[in-house]
């Protein structure tokens, strides 16, 4: 099993910043990618970003020149920088990792956007 703790959600203004970070530990070997979803209210889940262990990243196209996603491989850390954040990139946001065949989930951090 892989565990994954969340931190950084918040309130913050239209236009503001904020910064998530989640540590995975558990049975982190084998891990293939980290990444963020995000899921609104009646909304399904979606990707934000995610990140492979060979460092290469992928972003919604809703996201893009906004956030940054980085890893830290050593510490077994995956950091979402966002910036520019609109009323709607508030969501519950869930840390993801990924396994051949598997998903693994965080609590979620909830964001709000006030405009």
């Known amino acids: 099993q892989v565990q994954l703790v969340e931190s950084g959600g918040g309130l913050v203004q239209a236009g503001g910043s904020l910064r998530l970070s989640c540590t995975a530990s558990?049975?982190?070997?084998?891990?293939?990618?980290m990444g963020w979803y995000r899921q609104a209210p009646g909304k399904q889940r979606e990707l934000v970003a995610d990140?492979?262990?060979?460092?290469?990243?992928n972003y919604a196209d809703s996201v893009k020149g906004r956030f940054t996603i980085s890893g830290d491989n050593a510490k077994n850390t995956v950091n979402l920088q966002m910036n520019s954040l609109k009323p709607e990139d508030a969501a519950v946001y869930y840390c993801?990792?990924?396994?051949?065949?598997?998903?693994?989930w965080g609590q979620g951090t909830q964001v709000t956007v006030s405009s």
């Open positions: 993801n990792a990924e396994k051949i065949g598997r998903h693994y």
């Open positions: 990140i492979t262990s060979g460092g290469r990243t």
């Open positions: 558990g049975s982190i070997f084998n891990i293939i990618a």
